[in-house]
């Protein structure tokens, strides 16, 4: 049975900063793509940032850069998203996905996690 469960969630003032981790269990970790996505009320789901399944490159959506930070362990089977100077943009549900193409593609979701940044 594939899980992606997301932790870290929470309210932080505007400024601050929070660190998300999503634990997978029931995939080859290493064969996935992993990626943070955000679902603010009323609005899209968005993509956050992407972290490829090798760890070699990461990429961002514009409003986040410079401010938040993915990284995966391989060997933990996680992915982070480090968040920091945060906004009341930045107040959504956030999601973990996974998605690969090796070898069939496949795509899974977390249950999300909130996050409120709100003085």
């Known amino acids: 049975q594939v899980q992606l469960v997301e932790s870290g969630g929470g309210l932080v003032q505007p400024g601050g900063s929070l660190r998300l981790s999503c634990a997978a269990s029931?995939?080859?970790?290493?064969?996935?793509?992993m990626s943070w996505y955000r679902q603010a009320p009323g609005k899209e789901r968005d993509l956050v940032a992407t972290?490829?399944?090798?760890?070699?490159?990461?990429n961002y959506a514009d409003s986040v850069k410079g401010r938040f930070t993915i990284s995966r362990d391989i060997a933990k089977n996680t992915v982070d998203l480090q968040m920091n100077n945060l906004t009341p943009e930045d107040t959504a549900v956030y999601y973990c996905?996974?998605?690969?193409?090796?070898?069939?593609?496949?795509?899974?979701w977390g249950q999300g996690t909130q996050v409120t940044v709100s003085s």
């Open positions: 972290i490829t399944r090798t760890g070699g490159t990461t």
């Open positions: 029931g995939i080859a970790f290493g064969f996935y793509d």
């Open positions: 996905n996974a998605r690969k193409e090796i070898f069939g593609e496949r795509e899974y």
